[in-house]
């Protein structure tokens, strides 16, 4: 089943969220090493705190997060300005 978790909805679905932190910890942290692991065996970082949408992935029969994405709106921080601005072109390129 698939969900989608608007801010004003981040109460309601608390559990389904720290699910779907810990499930991108196991992936960015201990798989891709992307970023260093953080406290309590979830990956969480400041782009969390901000608006955007979750769409999580449940599991039929278990309920259980099993996949997941955040989408962020593009006029504010993003991910590729801040964290990967090294990939984007530069303007006097």
Same mark, same amino acid.
């Given at each position: 089943?698939?969900?989608?978790?608007? =801010?004003? *909805?981040? !109460?309601?679905? /608390?559990?389904?969220?720290?699910?779907?932190?810990?499930?991108?910890?196991r992936?960015?942290c201990?798989?891709?090493?992307?970023?260093?692991?953080? =406290?309590? *065996?979830? !990956?969480?970082? /400041?782009?969390?705190?901000?608006?955007?949408?979750?769409?999580l992935?449940?599991?039929?029969?278990?309920?259980?997060?099993?996949?997941?994405?955040?989408?962020?709106?593009?006029?504010?921080?993003?991910?590729?300005?801040?964290?990967?601005?090294?990939m984007?072109?530069?303007?006097?390129?």
């Amino acid at each position: 089943m698939i969900i989608y978790i608007e =801010p004003s *909805g981040r !109460e309601e679905y /608390r559990r389904e969220i720290i699910e779907y932190y810990a499930l991108r910890k196991r992936i960015f942290c201990d798989q891709l090493h992307w970023v260093e692991e953080k =406290p309590f *065996g979830l !990956e969480h970082d /400041r782009f969390d705190d901000l608006y955007n949408l979750y769409i999580l992935d449940l599991d039929d029969s278990s309920g259980k997060v099993i996949g997941g994405v955040r989408l962020m709106p593009t006029t504010g921080p993003t991910l590729m300005h801040t964290v990967w601005a090294d990939m984007l072109p530069h303007p006097d390129d």
